[in-house]
């Protein structure tokens, strides 16, 4: 017993110096630097609630860049050799590099995209095409809906993060602000592009961004 409880702390050190390089070694690696300096948390909480609000965060603004992206290709699709083409040639530009972004935070953070892209792919596509149908001012209904939706959940996000440690997801904190300003930016084009002069557009708005609460709640948790 005795030989048993002086071996016991070498083992447990044995076992702790062969975990720990591991975990540095591949953050060392094939990481990016802002893992390289500890600010991802992967190895300190790789269960813990911190980490299950950043999967949410990561996994719910990914579905949503990704549905913005085929909601402009669908009024591309349409209305992309009109004079509003660069206008939403612009505003897509932007939202490739969002999207381009959160695909590398899924890697860094180790964060499962949602299951609902398939469907998120179909029905982006057809809200943009659908709307661009009704003209350029109902093309411009349909940014200005969105982007206000996903400015509003940014500054949500942005909330939870502060409250929960703002030291921590400093540079996760200035990702989302740069797009979430990005995204006011769209809204406030689609305004001057006529938005509101669409037709019956206080019901269109009202009705896509009911599905856009939908569409965060669900992508949040599947």
Not at 155 to 178: A, H
Not at 199 to 204: G, N, T
Request: with cysteine.
């Amino acid at each position: 017993m005795e030989v048993a409880a002086a071996v016991a702390p070498a083992v447990r050190r044995s076992l702790w110096q062969r975990r720990a390089p591991r975990c540095a070694a591949g953050l060392q690696g094939s990481w990016p630097r802002a893992a390289r300096r500890g600010t991802l948390g992967i190895c300190s909480t790789p269960a813990g609630h911190g980490k299950a609000v950043v999967d949410r965060v990561i996994r719910v603004d990914h579905a949503g860049e990704y549905g913005a992206n085929r909601i402009y290709a669908g009024q591309m699709a349409v209305l992309g050799r009109s004079s509003a083409g660069p206008v939403i040639q612009q505003m897509w530009n932007q939202e490739k590099d969002h999207l381009k972004k959160f695909n590398e935070l899924m890697v860094a953070y180790r964060v499962r995209p949602t299951v609902l892209l398939p469907f998120w792919n179909v029905a982006g596509f057809v809200l943009g095409a659908g709307t661009a149908l009704l003209g350029k001012k109902g093309a411009m209904a349909c940014t200005v809906a969105v982007e206000e939706s996903i400015s509003d959940h940014y500054n949500s996000q942005i909330r939870t993060l502060m409250e929960e440690d703002p030291e921590k997801y400093k540079e996760l904190l200035q990702i989302i602000k740069q797009f979430r300003d990005d995204e006011r930016e769209h809204h406030d084009i689609g305004l001057e592009h006529g938005a509101e002069a669409a037709p019956a557009y206080s019901i269109l708005k009202t009705a896509i961004q009911l599905g856009c609460k939908a569409a965060i709640f669900l992508s949040e948790r599947i």
